[in-house]
């Protein structure tokens, strides 16, 4: 384990943005300020953040740095538009008087150095709607879409990676 200058575990840093991430979605997923609420969610929270942050994990490795929470503010808000998106046209093909679709499997690659920016991206896709990440092999993903008619992996990689990985690589690398 390295020390900077001062002695203090190069972990540290991470400590207390984990320990906030997880505070917070204690709070949230708990609804309300109570004294007590508050006190236990610090009180589970806090070691939580502590074993993991000097697990040498890769939450130490997530640039918190302001272009970096601003990337992932944009991450957010890009996902927030891919996922209206995608339930939209699940919508069209839910509601449609026939449904014609052709699924199959797309092999996408990626820009991504960082594992845990891979996992993300994975993750992300695999969340919206008609999409589902089947396998992740070094830079390349393979994904299975609910209706592939009409496009190439060229235009797939535009469509569902960039968005995202745009943004994930000022947070991951």
Partial sequence: MD?????????????ISLWAVLFVVWMVANSTVATVVVLLGA???LPIAWILAASGGTWNRI?????GLLHFSLYGATFLVELVKA???????????????????VKVRTRLKSPIGRLALANT??????????????????????????????ATTD??????????EHVFG
């Fill in 3 to 15: 020390d900077n200058a001062a002695g203090i575990p190069s972990w540290s840093h991470g400590l």
């Fill in 159 to 168: 469509a569902i990676v960039r968005p995202f990985e745009r943004h994930l």
């Fill in 63 to 67: 640039r918190w740095t302001p272009d």
């Fill in 87 to 105: 339930n939209i046209a699940m919508m069209r093909y839910v509601y449609a008087p026939r449904i014609d679709i052709k699924p199959g499997i």
């Fill in 125 to 154: 896709i695999a969340l919206t709607p008609g999409s589902l990440v089947m396998e992740l092999r070094g830079d390349t993903l393979f994904i299975h879409l609910l209706d592939i008619d009409g496009i190439d992996a060229d």
């Fill in 43 to 45: 009180a589970i929270t």
